[in-house]
């Protein structure tokens, strides 16, 4: 089991910058991929960013040129920086890590941050 604890969620102006960070309690697996996802009212979630240890990343289109994730991977640790706020970012952003062993493949979300956007 690993857990996921998200921090740096808040409330911010239009054209703000919020960065949020995830951190995943240290296991014996291997990380295949860490992610940021979110979920708006209303709708599904939805993939934001994804990292891996080598450094490959993946955007959704609605925030390439805005957002940029990374991992340290010494620390277990991904981080979402979100500039250029827009109110549609507004969501509950849930990181996600995918990891693996020998036999199995694993996945663990955490438990969500809110990031408010006001106009």
């Known amino acids: 089991q690993v857990q996921l604890v998200e921090s740096g969620g808040g409330l911010v102006q239009a054209g703000g910058s919020l960065r949020l960070s995830c951190t995943a309690s240290?296991?014996?697996?291997?990380?295949?991929?860490m992610s940021w996802h979110r979920q708006r009212p209303g709708r599904q979630r939805e993939l934001v960013a994804q990292?891996?240890?080598?450094?490959?990343?993946v955007y959704a289109d609605s925030v390439k040129g805005r957002f940029s994730i990374s991992m340290d991977s010494a620390k277990n640790m991904v981080l979402l920086q979100m500039n250029s706020l827009k109110p549609e970012d507004t969501a509950v952003y849930y990181c996600?890590?995918?990891?693996?062993?020998?036999?199995?493949?694993?996945?663990?979300w955490g438990r969500g941050t809110q990031v408010t956007v006001s106009t």
């Open positions: 996600r890590s995918t990891l693996h062993d020998r036999d199995s493949q694993y996945g663990f």
């Open positions: 240290r296991s014996t697996l291997t990380i295949n991929t």
């Open positions: 990292v891996t240890p080598s450094g490959d990343t």
